[in-house]
């Protein structure tokens, strides 16, 4: 099995910067793309920004020029790192992978339990 670990949300005031982290554990031979979605009150769950490994990188349009997504493959680890920071970019931040767990193995998608990321005006 395959677990996706989130850290890094919290309250920031407009303008301000957090930096989302993702480790994902278990049975890994090789992860891509990895991802960063979000979810607020009463909307659907959008992507924000995704890592094709070989760096290629897309973003929502919103966030562009402001977030940064990267990648440590060694660690199996994506950083979202957020700046310039709106009340706008409130949301659940969710982590997701695709993952094949062993050499010719289908890819999975898998998904973190999410990390709360409020913008105070």
């Known amino acids: 099995q395959v677990q996706l670990v989130e850290s890094g949300g919290g309250l920031v005031q407009a303008g301000g910067s957090l930096r989302l982290s993702c480790a994902a554990s278990g049975s890994i031979f090789s992860i891509n793309p990895m991802a960063w979605y979000r979810q607020a009150p009463g909307k659907e769950r959008e992507l924000v920004a995704r890592d094709r490994n070989g760096g290629t990188t897309d973003y929502v349009d919103s966030v562009k020029g402001r977030f940064t997504i990267s990648r440590d493959n060694t660690n199996n680890t994506v950083y979202l790192q957020m700046n310039s920071l709106k009340p706008e970019d409130t949301a659940v931040y969710y982590c997701?992978?695709?993952?094949?767990?062993?050499?010719?193995?289908?890819?999975?998608?898998?998904w973190g339990r999410g990390t709360q990321v409020t913008v105070s005006p």
């Open positions: 997701n992978a695709d993952v094949q767990t062993a050499r010719g193995s289908p890819f999975f998608r898998f």
